[in-house]
């Protein structure tokens, strides 16, 4: 295999290999487990990749050996950077939701990927196909290697394809951050416990891909505004490069943080809830101010957690507390926002902060550590005890046995 190492193909050349690598290992788990996240960021890892791929044969001095190498760089789709935003917006539905699947109306994301494949594609058949190997004719651009059909797309679509691309990138971005804060308020509105439902590695990924790609970005950008020529493929190789780290660092997240999110139904759930309190939400009474239904369900969820003491299950959700006071999550998020001016897990944590500080104050409790009387009182990480406590007492743990003992 025609291959010439340098410095700058065996850098990209470990790129590729990873790529590929956790390509196949994403793709073979996805199918066996049947989950949609893994194959579509298998899918999201092949197409950097062959982004990079190009690169690291055109420095491999496939582009110029003036021979069938060089036709296949010209003709090989590489650039399919349009699949990117869509791959990875659904990569996060899938990841946070189990029920997501890809359906005939999400088709409409991939249609300019779909097309520039098209546009390969009739260049192939058209240069090759047709005039080089049907009618024998020789190639007539680049030493005989490139036709008139791929020479032509490429002198019209060059500049539009940045900018739609970079558009497109933009868009997805902000629709895929959209999601992943909405994600985190879900968290926040029904889980007390979030140790375990791990999700700084997702929001950690997501500004990995748009740092990694801005540095591309930035360089079409560049030389679109400037039209100055003065940026050539050398300089274009480090944005290469930075892709090629990407697909290292995003082959390696997601194959271990791919099975460690709960199976979690937000973005549905979150349209449900909205419909549910519209139904059950009573008016509001104007002589009183507050509606007496939902100071009903305070009272009856004052009582439940005097009585039953709940928080002081690590693994509490908002759906068992809610069937605990014999309601339903909507209703139950409903009083806790508009009643305590909380989401649901600073309204477990504050309690079990206070039940924290009352056992310090036990005699009989004086032989466990605070890690043992935190857990105890529902906190399962020292982690989340201790930013807890400082939340909602002003000052650490320790600060506050001292603060009592003096």
């Not at 890892?45 to 296949?72: C, E, K, N, P």
């Not at 359906?103 to 090759?128: C, E, N, Q, S």
């Not at 509606?291 to 039953?308: S, T």
Request: proline letters at 3%.
């Amino acid at each position: 295999m025609h291959f010439v190492f340098s410095q700058y193909s065996s850098l990209l050349l470990i790129g590729f290999v990873q790529g590929l690598i956790y390509t196949g290992l994403l793709m073979v788990r996805g199918i066996r487990q049947r989950r949609l996240s893994d194959r579509l960021l298998a899918f999201l890892l092949l197409v950097l990749t062959l982004r990079i791929a190009q690169y690291m044969l055109g420095f491999a001095d496939w582009y110029d050996s003036h021979d069938h190498h060089t036709t296949f760089m010209f003709y090989f789709p590489f650039h399919q950077l349009f699949f990117v935003g869509p791959l990875i917006f659904f990569y996060f539905k899938a990841l946070t939701n189990d029920d997501f699947r890809l359906r005939r109306r999400h088709l409409p994301h991939f249609i300019p990927g779909i097309l520039l494949l098209g546009i390969y594609f009739t260049a192939f058949v058209k240069d090759l196909v047709v005039e080089k190997w049907m009618r024998g004719q020789e190639l007539p651009e680049f030493f005989n290697t490139k036709g008139a059909t791929i020479e032509f797309f490429e002198e019209a679509l060059e500049e539009g394809v940045v900018i739609l691309w970079s558009v497109s990138m933009i868009t997805y971005m902000v629709l895929t951050l959209r999601s992943y804060f909405r994600y985190r308020r879900y968290l926040n509105d029904h889980f007390a416990d979030q140790e375990n439902i791990r999700f700084q590695w997702l929001r950690n990924m997501i500004y990995a891909v748009i740092l990694g790609l801005a540095v591309t970005w930035a360089m079409d950008a560049y030389e679109l505004i400037f039209e100055c020529g003065c940026l050539d493929y050398t300089d274009y190789w480090y944005s290469h490069l930075a892709i090629a780290v990407l697909i290292v660092w995003l082959g390696i997240t997601g194959h271990i943080n791919t099975q460690i999110l709960p199976e979690l139904h937000f973005v549905e759930e979150e349209a449900e809830e909205e419909n549910a309190i519209a139904q059950v939400a009573p008016q509001e009474d104007a002589a009183v101010g507050v509606d007496p239904e939902w100071l009903e369900w305070k009272e009856r969820l004052e009582a439940y957690m005097k009585e039953e003491q709940p928080y002081l299950s690590p693994g509490l959700t908002l759906k068992e507390l809610a069937n605990g006071i014999g309601t339903n999550a909507s209703v139950l998020s409903k009083v806790i926002n508009g009643s305590y001016g909380q989401n649901f897990n600073d309204f477990i944590n504050q309690r079990r902060v206070e039940a924290v500080q009352q056992a310090m104050q036990n005699p009989d409790l004086s032989h466990l550590t605070l890690i043992a009387i935190a857990e105890t009182c529902g906190f399962n990480s020292k982690s989340t005890f201790n930013r807890a406590f400082r939340k909602f007492s002003g000052m650490s743990p320790r600060e506050y046995l001292a603060s009592k003992s003096q």
